[in-house]
């Protein structure tokens, strides 16, 4: 079945980028009418959407985020990654990448990563 | 903008207890709304979505209700592998969650 698997460093330096990679397995990134996104916890928080993107390169992103944030695909690779720039601590969080539905009203996660937790710290 | 809020916070119950977790949103979405269990080092799992759909393969214990802005998640007999946090999200465009209940070990 298909699988979803994050990776990336896990600490990354203030005012520095931050990058992750969600990589596909058990089926194609491009099959199926999926959109696929990426989403954060911080410690003793809730859950928060980062952005989405489609195969075609299409994307959306969280208003709060989209100054700093960057998704992108590689459907050769089977992956889609993110990119946020200049990181906080506030940017400390597990980060999951997730597939959700096409549609406005499809926007529910039917499948998940395990998380990769990433500290923002000196 | 539109808020989701939970309640409770932290629920303390039993193996076999009847459990109720209530999600509000500050403004209707109809019934597009879905819940998710989280485990620490877990993949998070679908359990419901649009209100009362339950996910494929979800147990029959844990059913969904409401519309509008107001709505509920119940397991009707808490087992082990319940122990865990849920979140509420609304799906009708934006995702937005809830701040989670963890129920937890009485």
């Known amino acids: 079945q298909v699988q979803l698997q994050e990776s990336g460093p896990g600490l990354v330096k203030p005012s520095q980028t931050l990058s992750l990679t969600c990589t596909v397995s058990?089926?194609?990134?491009?099959?199926?009418?999926?959109?696929w996104s990426w989403i954060r916890q911080p410690a003793g928080k809730g859950l928060e959407w980062i952005g989405r993107?489609?195969?075609?390169?299409?994307?959306n992103y969280n208003p709060s985020l989209k100054s700093r944030v960057t998704i992108s695909v590689d459907t050769s690779k089977n992956q889609f990654s993110l990119k946020v720039s200049s990181v906080t601590a506030a940017d400390t969080a597990v980060y999951y990448c997730?597939?959700?539905?096409?549609?406005?009203?499809?926007?529910?996660?039917?499948?998940w990563g395990r998380g990769t937790p990433v500290s923002v710290s000196s | 903008d539109i808020q989701m809020t939970q309640s409770p916070s932290t629920l303390s119950a039993s193996v076999g207890d009847r459990v109720t977790i209530t999600c509000r949103a500050s403004q209707s979405v109809s019934t597009w709304l879905a819940w998710y269990q989280l485990k620490p080092g877990k993949a998070p799992k679908l359990l419901i979505y649009k209100a009362s759909t339950l996910e494929s393969g979800v147990p029959s214990r844990f059913s969904g209700s409401g519309s509008g802005t107001e709505f509920t998640l119940t397991i009707s007999s808490l087992q082990p592998d319940d122990f865990a946090t849920y979140y509420c999200q609304k799906h009708n465009g934006f995702p937005l969650f809830g701040q989670g209940t963890k129920v937890e070990i009485k």
């Open positions: 993107i489609y195969p075609s390169g299409s994307t």
């Open positions: 997730a597939r959700g539905g096409v549609f406005p009203e499809d926007w529910y996660f039917d499948l």
């Open positions: 058990g089926g194609s990134i491009s099959s199926g009418s999926y959109y």
